[in-house]
């Protein structure tokens, strides 16, 4: 179902009022300066965010939308918010307390999906980063995933057991929620209904496996994971988590079905690959890894057989979470590209011209 532009405007009516925020217009741009071989695949890249640490933008269903999570003032750490899908009207649909993670438009594109550490303070959660070397992120056991209606602001709690459970994104064929869950021990995929009902686990391998799409089709699933080999890897892993850190020595992209069979390893890369997302054909997946460049992430594409590698960014700042608008004529991300170098984290928007 697409948002019809009658809900689409009672949507940003309402919420300016209900949360206090103004919306803004982004100032008249030109478009980003692109190499010879990100020429080849992307056009008329346009930044559309501004301030803050911005990551994980994701379209709407009809591709009007984007929700993205970003750290920036008032707010202490990661807050949900939604855009234009040229950046403007831009507003806050979390709660603005503790911290969120991973927002994701629901099936109807009226309501959104996040996870959020609200119900546990209003301080977000603080963690203490081991000096490992390497990629490290915390995972909060007050985690829960939440629902936001947007036309009445109501939210609603999915999620009430123990441990950490975001990550969750939607099959819009469907409208299930797939999602990494710490519930039973360790880090694994689930699916459920979008009202939080009959929760299904799909993995049950001892390691990290989280960052789960859906197939536009909705019969696979694609994720990121870590399988820990050697008994100094396991122990290692173990020990983080109960600390509840993760810390992966490498990230590989998996595939399998939606009810978690015929799992298999796309990339064999080493370091970190992550990021996951489809192509709108189901045929190929981008991702963002740092196998060429240990120090830089840049996007790739790859067949879901593992073949036809093929990096699409080179820019000497990192490029992160890609998603394919519905349609496949826009991609989204974020880097730390700018006209004058190095920036925190935007949100950026490109014409998609290189599908074979």
């Not at 190499?35 to 346009?46: A, F, I, K, T, W």
């Not at 269903?61 to 970003?70: E, G």
């Not at 927002?103 to 959104?112: A, E, M, W």
């Not at 890369?269 to 189901?282: E, K, Q, S, V, Y």
Request: proline fraction near 6%; include cysteine; hydrophobic fraction near 35%.
């Amino acid at each position: 179902m697409r948002l019809k532009g009658q809900v689409a405007l009672s949507v940003f009516l309402v919420l300016p009022s209900l949360l206090g925020i103004t919306a803004w217009d982004q100032p008249d741009q030109k478009a980003f300066p692109l190499s010879p071989l990100e020429q080849s695949v992307l056009g008329d890249v346009r930044q559309l965010t501004f301030e803050g640490v911005n990551a994980e933008a994701y379209w709407s269903p009809d591709a009007r939308f984007l929700i993205f999570q970003s750290t920036r003032g008032p707010f202490k750490a990661d807050q949900i918010f939604i855009m234009r899908s040229d950046g403007r009207d831009l507003r806050l649909v979390s709660t603005g307390k503790g911290r969120t993670t991973c927002g994701y438009f629901l099936q109807n594109g009226r309501s959104v999906l996040f996870s959020s550490t609200h119900l546990a303070g209003p301080e977000p959660p603080q963690w203490q980063k081991p000096s490992l070397g390497r990629y490290v992120w915390p995972i909060f056991p007050s985690y829960d995933l939440y629902v936001r209606r947007l036309d009445t602001m109501e939210l609603i709690r999915l999620t009430t057991t123990d441990g950490y459970d975001a990550e969750a994104t939607v099959c819009w064929q469907t409208g299930e929620i797939v999602f990494t869950s710490h519930r039973d021990g360790d880090l694994d995929i689930y699916r459920m209904k979008s009202n939080g009902s009959e929760v299904v686990r799909l993995t049950s391998d001892l390691g990290y496996e989280g960052g789960a799409f859906f197939s536009p089709d909705g019969k696979r699933i694609v994720m990121r994971a870590y399988y820990p080999k050697t008994q100094e890897e396991i122990q290692e892993y173990l020990d983080l988590l109960k600390s509840h850190v993760v810390s992966p020595r490498w990230l590989e992209i998996y595939i399998m079905d939606r009810d978690g069979k015929n799992k298999r390893a796309v990339t064999q890369l080493g370091r970190i690959n992550f990021c996951p997302a489809w192509t709108p054909d189901g045929r190929k997946i981008i991702f963002a890894s740092n196998h060429h460049d240990p120090k830089n992430f840049d996007l790739f594409l790859i067949g879901t057989d593992g073949k036809g590698l093929k990096r699409l960014t080179d820019d000497p700042a990192p490029d992160l979470f890609p998603h394919f608008s519905p349609d496949g004529r826009w991609l989204v991300w974020c880097s730390g590209r700018s006209f004058g170098g190095a920036q925190p984290l935007q949100v950026f928007r490109s014409r998609w011209i290189g599908m074979d």
